[in-house]
């Protein structure tokens, strides 16, 4: 059974940094981006930073450019999001998913438009940050 455990969130304050860490369990071969997500309260859900599994391919959501990282260590199985420079406006759940996509194309279609099309998730990370 495919199961994604996100750890990492936290309160802090603006400028501060957290590392979020999704540990991957049960996934299919197929299976080759996994990424993070986020939620803010009673907004939609968008995309953060995705990374393509079988290379070193990532992308990155405009708004978190040049201050997020995102990494994955395959030997642990898990997938990390290196946030600094946290603003208020980064505040919200945030969640893990990994999927198997043909193209990246469309993996970069579905990470635009909320992850919908993404088959596994985590059950989420709350994160935090107050000015």
């Known amino acids: 059974q495919a199961q994604l455990v996100e750890s990492g969130g936290g309160s802090v304050q603006a400028g501060g940094s957290l590392r979020l860490s999704c540990v991957a369990s049960?996934?299919?071969?197929?299976?080759?981006?996994m990424g993070w997500f986020r939620q803010p309260t009673g907004k939609e859900r968008e995309g953060v930073a995705i990374?393509?599994?079988?290379?070193?391919?990532?992308y990155y959501a405009d708004s978190v450019k040049d201050r997020f990282t995102i990494a994955q260590d395959n030997a642990r199985k898990t997938v990390y999001l290196q946030m600094n420079s946290l603003k208020p406006g980064d505040t919200a759940m945030y969640y893990c998913?990994?999927?198997?996509?043909?193209?990246?194309?469309?993996?970069?279609?579905?990470?635009?438009?909320?992850?919908?099309?993404?088959?596994?998730w985590g059950q989420g990370t709350q994160v935090t940050v107050s000015s």
């Open positions: 998913a990994a999927g198997s996509f043909s193209t990246e194309s469309q993996a970069l279609w579905m990470f635009r438009h909320g992850g919908h099309g993404f088959d596994y």
């Open positions: 049960g996934l299919t071969s197929y299976t080759n981006y």
């Open positions: 990374i393509y599994t079988s290379g070193t391919a990532t």
